[in-house]
């Protein structure tokens, strides 16, 4: 049990949160659970239940046992469960955005974008008759042809993180079941209930039974995932350092992995940044959904002058950001972060880089939030004059904390975004087109913004982290994503000039 139980109330009727495998809906008994907290308010909402080794087993089976079936389904049949899946789900958005904001804590505006960006994967995936058309070649030699076949893999897992309840298992499981693999799925333990949903829809939609498995649980559980002989790929998004031992050991067992990790992005505003657009941008990239996104704008780095014209307008506009609880119908402009242990983790952070030297020029912490004094809540936040040696510039905080960095040019700019570890996104806010081009080249990260704070990718283009945001060699969503869940096989054909199919010749 985590810490956060001596500081929260138990709600009375606590929400089921349900395992789905082979078809069947179960609660699991007898193992360990853990809290799931309406940040808001504090409160414990559910337990997500820790299964273990023999709830993988049966997933696994289930799911292996679903396979040959699904694979010969055709292309355009499994597409339509998927076109049937994205009705439902637009269907029942409200319903989904208020479980994402209830276990999750985001606005309900932000997880009804954060819930397209998720149904934009559907739509992507409707398209697979064509995604996994292959190339052919007539007379590759003489009478003799060439095509390649894509062809699913077998049992695929995803394992996914607190931070969008729907929008990431959205980017593994559609397009993973629409190339003909089958699926099993464990979220995270903060987070299990929008899931189940979710899935239930996907039942709805009339999937066959096997072909996605529901599992909750912790360490155990992704452990058994990772070392089961019939599963062959992992999509995995989370921390750097669970990242980095998902690709590792399920690598060592054999498996295709994709892992994102987390991340610290960059962005550098030039002296002839339009200045009342930057703000704008650099405030949501760094406060939108508290600052809980991998590819939230952590650090601002002004060049020359930059900085006198931006930080007042910038302090102001955090300041005005007005925080509270989000399962009410007048929303707040930010909800709270995931637990009291984070947010006292962001606090410290902050505290670390005052005490290094830094300065807070806008301080969010010990936030008080009138009707909701449980909640889990830190203000905007931004800390000046941040230097790259720092705890606070180093690691990642998540939360809704805006470093600034000075520097006197964009070469130093550059330098100082590309000593991060992290390699996920970076962004660039000028007037100037050859500045923005010196930064697309050289900047050391996989998604670049120019006067776009948060370029996070969507459905149709790979999200490419760099680094230690990612660990594998295929990256989720985009043609990449197809290739991460097929195998390609080349096909060499000749037939001989006299036998008896030569019918035509009669
Ligand atoms: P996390 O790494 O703590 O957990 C992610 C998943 O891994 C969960 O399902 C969890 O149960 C499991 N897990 C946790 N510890 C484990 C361990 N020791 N062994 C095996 N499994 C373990 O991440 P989180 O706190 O839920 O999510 C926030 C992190 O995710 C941030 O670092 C953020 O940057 C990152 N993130 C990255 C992307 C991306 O695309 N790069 C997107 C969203 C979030």
Known sequence: MSSNMSQVTRHSSLSPCPVFINGEWRNLSGVATSPVFNPSRGETIAEAPMGGVEMVNEAVESAAAAFPAWRETPAVERARVLFRYRQLVEKNLDRICQSVTREHGKTLAEARGSVYRGIENIEYACGVPTLLMGDTLENLARSVDCETLLQPLGVCVGITP????????????????????????????????????????LEKAGLPRGVLNLVHGGRECVDALLTHPKVKAISFVGSSPVAKYIFETGTRHGKRVQANGGAKNYIVIMPDAEMSKTVEALSTAAFGCAGERCMAGSTAITVGAAADRLLPSLVQAARSIRVGPTDIEMQPDMGPVITAQHRDRVASLVASGEKEGAKIICDGRGARVEGAPNGFYMGATIVDQVRDEMTLAREEVFGPVLNVMRMEDLDGAIEAANKSAFGNGAAIFTQSGKAAREFKHRVKAGMIGINVGVPATMAMFPFTGWDDSFYGDLHIQGKEAVQFYTQQKVVTTRWFGDGVGDVWKK
């Not at 607190?162 to 397009?175: C, E, I, Q, S």
């Not at 699926?183 to 987070?191: A, C, N, Q, W």
């Open 162 to 201: 607190f931070n969008f309840p729907a929008m990431v298992p959205m980017w593994m499981f559609p397009l993973a079941i629409a190339c003909g693999n089958t699926f099993v799925l464990k979220p995270s333990e903060k987070v299990p209930l929008t899931v189940v949903m979710i899935v239930e829809l």
